[in-house]
């Protein structure tokens, strides 16, 4: 069974600080991987994608990938009460016509 | 930006009665998708659907479900008989040709489906 694993939290973090999320995955034919951020009662949305070794920048996001250790990370720097959420890892099966999520990492940033 | 639209944004219904949820997909968007959120549990996959016909589904995907795009611009997804634990939100989304699931979807905003 291919799988997605986080941790599910909940993590907080002080206003300001960088928030560090974690994910592994089983398939070793995963090529593409995914941040969605899930507000409650809200469908996910898309913030980061990276499809190859090392890190990835997006303004206050920075996505890794290690695939040798098939890990993927989310940096949240500068951390904003709005950015209180549930964070979704997913991952595209070998075939990449689906993407299997994880079952998401519960951040709650601290005033 | 171009969203997915889903219709219902909410919809009860009796066990065992039959529900249609609707999607717009994005416009120029070729692969069409339904996932589940069953309420604090994981987005789980249900079906993939390209070139109309069904691409993968999953275990989750029995006979009871099935899914249609009558013209060009909507996605349905049909649940014939509900049983209680159908209650959940369900996802649409979609993705370009060139991307496929590589580049991400777009999801819609869902239906959450209650079964009384």
């Known amino acids: 069974q291919k799988e997605v694993e986080q941790n599910s939290g909940p993590l907080s973090v002080p206003e300001g600080a960088i928030a560090s999320l974690n994910c592994t995955y089983s398939?070793?034919?995963?090529?593409?991987f995914f941040w969605y951020r899930q507000y409650s009662g809200k469908s996910p949305e898309l913030i980061m994608s990276i499809y190859s070794n090392g890190d990835k920048e997006d303004g206050r996001f920075t996505a890794q990938l290690n695939k040798a250790s098939q890990y993927v990370s989310l940096l949240i720097r500068d951390s904003q009460p709005s950015d209180s959420a549930t964070y979704l890892c997913a991952a595209t099966y070998s075939s990449a016509s689906k993407i299997i999520f994880g079952s998401g990492t519960r951040l709650s940033i601290r005033p | 930006e171009p969203e997915v639209t889903q219709t219902p944004s909410h919809q009860v219904t009796q066990m065992g009665q039959e529900v249609i949820l609707r999607c717009v997909p994005i416009?120029?968007?070729?692969?069409f998708y339904w996932y589940r959120q069953i309420l604090g549990q994981k987005v789980e996959f249900l079906v993939s659907f390209y070139n109309n016909e069904i691409s993968e589904k999953s275990e989750i995907f029995d006979d009871q479900f099935s899914v249609e795009r009558p013209d060009g611009s909507n996605f349905t997804l049909k649940i014939r008989s509900t049983k209680l634990e159908d209650s959940a939100m369900y996802f649409c989304?979609?993705?370009?040709?060139?991307?496929?699931?590589?580049?991400?979807?777009?999801f819609g905003s869902g239906t959450r489906l209650t079964v009384v």
């Open positions: 989304a979609s993705s370009d040709l060139a991307g496929r699931a590589k580049y991400g979807y777009t």
């Open positions: 398939d070793r034919g995963s090529q593409s």
């Open positions: 416009s120029n968007h070729l692969y």
